[in-house]
């Protein structure tokens, strides 16, 4: 079988804020992902990279299609009937929770679905390079469909806590394995080992 290079991925995962507030929303998790597919595989786990250069390429795609006049949006279950959020930028962000973010604007619905709990997690479309790579690098694909992503209830990556519970406990990952750390993850983790170590030296 032949793969061709920038393939769609369809993937549930989880969103880490409480959106609807402020209208900002992780789109995906950072760091080395290692994933099953919803739709758009190969019929086993892929890895994908999920960094500042996605960021860039999922921001480049929503901005080539709004240059088209194809103003991105999310839906429910991707069944593209209806939209629920309008996404009007793509970002990375540092911090406790890396990842690629976005901003944009909650339709009625979407955000009556969220605060209503009848929704819990997000399921982002995006597109890779090579689904055999490993890993896979985030690409930025002219020929997209607007549809960018769909509410869910059925998130793989169940280490990041649902839309309406910020700190919730409990979620174990199924389809989701995260265990190689970034180079900035390790330098991070470094430098705080070095801050506790001359803590302790002081008491």
């Known amino acids: 079988i032949t793969l061709m290079p920038n393939s769609s991925l369809i993937c549930r995962g989880a969103i880490s804020l409480p959106a609807t507030a402020t209208g900002e929303m992780m789109f995906m ?21 999920v960094d500042a250069h996605g960021a860039a390429q999922i921001e480049k795609q929503r901005s080539s299609l709004a240059a088209k006049g194809k103003r991105p949006y999310f839906d ?35 955000k009556t679905g969220v605060e209503g709990k009848t929704w819990r997690a997000f399921s982002p479309v995006f597109h890779v390079d090579n689904k055999t790579a490993k890993p896979a690098q985030i690409t930025c694909r002219d020929t997209a469909h607007p549809n960018m992503g769909g509410l869910v209830n059925d998130p ?15 979620a174990q990952s199924a389809n989701h394995t995260n265990n190689t750390m970034t180079p900035e993850e390790i330098k991070a983790l470094q430098d705080k080992i070095k801050e506790l170590e001359a803590e302790v030296a002081k008491l």
């Not at 998790?29 to 990279?49: A, S, W, Y």
């Not at 890396?98 to 339709?107: A, D, K, M, Q, V």
């Open 29 to 49: 998790p950072g760091g080395l992902q290692e994933i099953t597919p919803f739709g758009g595989g190969i019929g086993q786990p892929i890895q994908v990279l």
């Open 76 to 110: 429910f279950e991707h069944t593209d009937h209806g939209a629920s959020y309008w996404p009007d930028s793509f970002f990375w962000k540092d911090g406790a929770e890396p990842g690629i973010y976005c901003r944009g604007e909650w339709t009625h619905d979407g």
């Open 156 to 170: 793989a990556f169940k280490s990041i806590s649902p839309l309406w519970a910020k700190n919730a406990s409990g």
